[in-house]
């Protein structure tokens, strides 16, 4: 990718642009929520809140999810999501908290609404394309084939 | 005085371009055949101009010559001079230099070399390549200048972005223009067969080693690519599903594509229209990867609206390109008939089924990539990522791998399963034991259970089109092919594994702790600091373990602090043992004076990108092959026709 020349570089220009006026914050920028870069200690919650962090955008960055960014945000939703998921929430119910909040925008998972059928109906046609046009091409021929 | 010749350059390269489309159209037409004899030689002068362009570009960079705009805004003098040559076309105007020069190198290499196809198919072929350039000269003199001037020179440049500055991705740019490059000219060649109406096996042949060259720089950039991503981000993750890793993904998809109806066109003279239509597809996306990268749409679509020029620009020649190549397939779509029929179970049969489900897939990751941008512009704001992706993809991905065991045994024309059925017992047989061992295992979900398993199916069955040869007389092509569909299960196999058994381990330390990630035991041995060319670092001492009584090793993960611009990043640590890689990673320093360390136990990642480079080899297999029975023919060719004059000369004919 080119992620690092484009997407990358315009979400570290945009995050850090708080920190050019004051290069030596950059320390003091990570999140210091509880649990921004600590693990739950029950493995099998950690896994789940690592699951649903994986599928959670960094509003803050360039097309990261918060499972893979330095930004103060991500870390503030790490902690969060981790804190709900050993509070005994369910994912998705964090997840439908999070969009309430930030809008569809934060999730990486796309629900089917009015607004995103169009991505569940895209495959769908593709796979009845596919069908259609594997037939068209075989279905007619092994009868012919079968006549022959 | 050197960016002013590079730009006369440039200059006289698009007006060559201009009078090469000119005098290849007329060289179609009864009236204009005197012009066809200066087509070849206008499409190498213009090939060496551009090239001269770029080395002039090259040229400023490495001075640092700072009167230059693009330098000062891109470049700084204190930089190491790998990088500030690189720095070249780590921007924007000079990726497009270099998109031109390679362009119009490649324009030269088809006009001096290629000799099969009849002339008018090669001056169509040229002309087109002439248009495509011209449009893109057009948009690098009009809206994008590499070598504009700057009044007053300033003192100093802003310098290049740190995370830039890696040998990796000094060349990985390059590697993936090369491949879009390479199938502008596989594009070139469609357009020049519609154009002539000279569809068929000799014109597949010409196309060929273009698709294949490109797919190959594609394979290596694309696996280039992640793993830069994989050690530079500092996160232990090797594909996002981001939309410029999917920019570089759809070409590839759609080359893997128009390679395999390729080699049914060139060795069955079926599959006609089906193969024109991947070569406008395969540079559509092209050109669909290059205007989302470069319009700057992906930052925002509101901050496209606002500076609109440049993405407009290239939406614009998409539009002409595209647009045109398929209103003249319309138009000659009555003309190009399918060519030689074939039964289902057959391998054009196979070949056509996972033409079918790479498009698919194509389409999937052209429409998620595209639908926010789509929603955006209508005023609301989606995220489709991993959670969308990979289980869409794998839709159509499974039945292609399953087809991919089975495909390269049968016949061509018409085969029986009965006949192959026996030889795929073993991969069978490897699939079930595979199955049941990670059920055993548990805790694997499904997308990485079926990618295990197939990985180990399909690891055993790419071989299988070897069972009956003599291995010194099977061609390099038939070698290609197997080591390329080899490479396919071991890059799986390392996806699946690193998917299913990553151990992952965020831990505060103080000096002298010791802690534990998978079989690895981990001690924190000092904190130092260290100084680079233009940084300084803190850098962890690690002493790690693998298992109770292994060797212990240093690792040496860095948090580095550059100054010109000034930002931080964090140089990982990798540790590779036969059975994977140790991922460590130094955070920040707490309150409490213990840091912070992130580490990753990932079982047979490096499998993932050994599997994309065997893929890539296995194109090289092919294209040396190819290329060698081609010359062989041309030379046994030229031989046939001497040894004709010559009987004619000695009057020996009957």
Redo the contacts between chains.
């Keep these: ?10 979400g ?1 220009v945009l995050a ?1 642009g708080l ?2 006026g004051t ?1 030596g914050m ?2 003091e920028e ?1 999140s210091t929520a509880p649990y921004a ?3 739950l200690d029950d493995p099998a919650k950690e896994e789940q809140a ?1 699951d649903l962090m ?2 959670l ?1 960094c509003l803050q960055c ?4 918060i ?4 930004a103060p945000i991500a870390g503030s939703m790490r902690s969060l999501v981790r804190e709900r998921i050993a509070a005994g929430e369910e994912p998705e119910a964090i997840r439908s908290w999070l969009i309430e909040r930030y ?8 629900r089917i609404t009015g ?2 059928w ?2 569940f109906a ?2 769908a046609v ?2 009845l ?2 069908f259609l ?2 037939r068209r ?2 279905g007619a ?2 009868d012919e ?1 079968g006549e022959a | 005085m050197i960016a002013e010749l590079g730009l006369a350059a440039l200059w006289l390269a698009a007006a060559l371009a201009a009078l090469q489309l000119v005098s290849g159209s007329l060289g179609l037409t009864r009236r204009g055949t005197a012009m066809s004899g200066v087509v070849r030689p206008l499409a190498v002068v213009q090939g060496l101009l551009a090239l001269l362009a770029f080395g002039c570009l090259i040229y400023v960079f490495a001075v640092t010559d700072l009167s230059v705009k693009l330098v000062a805004a891109n470049s700084h003098s204190m930089k190491p001079l790998v990088f500030k040559i690189a720095g070249a076309w780590g921007n924007h105007e000079g990726s497009m230099l270099l998109w031109v020069t390679v362009m119009g190198m490649a324009g030269a290499v088809v006009a001096l070399v290629e000799k099969r196809l009849p002339e008018p198919t090669m001056l169509a072929t040229l002309a087109g390549q002439a248009f495509v350039s011209l449009g893109f000269y057009a948009f690098l003199l009009l809206s994008s200048n590499p070598f504009e001037r700057l009044s007053p020179v300033p003192p100093e440049g802003n310098g290049l972005n740190p995370l830039l500055q890696d040998l990796g991705l000094a060349f990985h740019p390059p590697t993936l223009y090369l491949g879009y490059v390479g199938l502008s000219v596989a594009f070139s060649f469609a357009i020049g067969a519609l154009i002539t109406r000279e569809v068929g096996p000799a014109f597949a042949r010409a196309m060929r080693p273009w698709v294949l060259g490109a797919w190959i720089f594609l394979t290596i950039g694309i696996t280039a690519g992640s793993y830069w991503a994989y050690y530079e981000l500092g996160w232990g993750g090797w594909w996002f599903w981001d939309p410029v890793e999917n920019a570089s993904l759809m070409p590839w998809l759609a080359a893997t594509a128009l390679l395999h109806s390729a080699s049914v066109l060139a060795s069955r003279n079926a599959l006609r229209a089906w193969t024109i239509m991947l070569g406008v597809v395969a540079f559509s996306m092209s050109m669909i990867g290059t205007f989302l990268v470069r319009s700057g749409i992906l930052t925002s679509v509101h901050a496209f609206a606002v500076d609109p020029e440049r993405g407009t620009f290239i939406l614009g020649l998409l539009a002409i390109y595209i647009g045109g190549a398929l209103t003249l397939f319309a138009l000659r779509a009555a003309t190009v008939t399918e060519g030689k029929r074939f039964a289902l179970v057959s391998r054009e049969g196979a070949l056509v089924f996972n033409n079918v489900m790479l498009s698919a897939i194509l389409g999937i990751v052209l429409f998620g990539t595209l639908y926010p941008l789509l929603a955006e512009a209508m005023g609301a704001k989606v995220s489709v990522g991993p959670p969308y992706f990979n289980p869409m993809s794998a839709l159509f991905a499974v039945p292609m791998l399953v087809v991919l065991a089975v495909g390269p045994l049968l016949r061509w024309r018409r085969d029986k399963f009965a006949r192959v059925g026996k030889a795929l017992v073993i991969p069978a047989m490897l699939v079930a034991v595979a199955g049941i061992a990670v059920v055993m295992i548990g805790g694997v979900s499904l997308l990485p259970f079926l990618g295990l398993v197939l990985a180990v199916g399909l690891a055993w069955a790419s071989f299988l089109p070897l069972r009956d040869r003599n291995l010194r007389r099977t061609p390099l092509p038939v070698w290609g092919m197997v080591i390329a569909h080899f490479g396919i299960a071991v890059a799986l196999f390392g996806m699946s594994c690193e998917s299913a058994f990553t151990v992952e381990k965020l831990v505060a330390v103080r000096t002298g702790d010791i802690t534990e990630v998978g079989p690895w035991g981990v001690k924190l041995d000092a904190i130092e600091p260290v100084a680079g060319p233009n940084w300084t670092a803190l850098e962890a001492r690690l002493l790690v373990r693998y298992g109770p009584d292994g060797k212990v090793t240093r690792m040496l993960p860095q948090s580095r602090s550059f100054w010109a611009p000034p930002q931080q990043t964090s140089e990982s640590a990798l540790l590779t043992r036969w059975n994977g890689q140790l991922y460590a990673v130094l955070g920040g320093e707490g309150e409490d004076g213990r840091w912070q360390l992130r580490l990753w136990w990932k079982p047979f990642v490096p499998l993932i990108w050994i599997g994309g480079l065997l893929i890539a080899l296995g194109g090289v297999f092919a294209l040396i092959g190819r290329v060698k029975s081609d010359v062989r023919r041309l030379v046994a060719k030229g031989r046939i026709a001497d040894r004709h004059e010559g009987e004619a000369q000695l009057g020996m004919r009957p």
């Design positions: 990718m080119m992620r690092a020349a484009y997407s990358f570089v315009a570290m850090l920190a050019t290069p950059a320390q990570r870069y600590r693990q690592q994986e599928t955008r360039q097309g990261q999810s499972a893979d960014s330095d809008g569809d925008y934060v999730s990486y998972a796309p607004l995103t169009p991505l895209v495959p593709l796979v394309l596919a046009l594997l091409r075989f021929k092994a084939g």
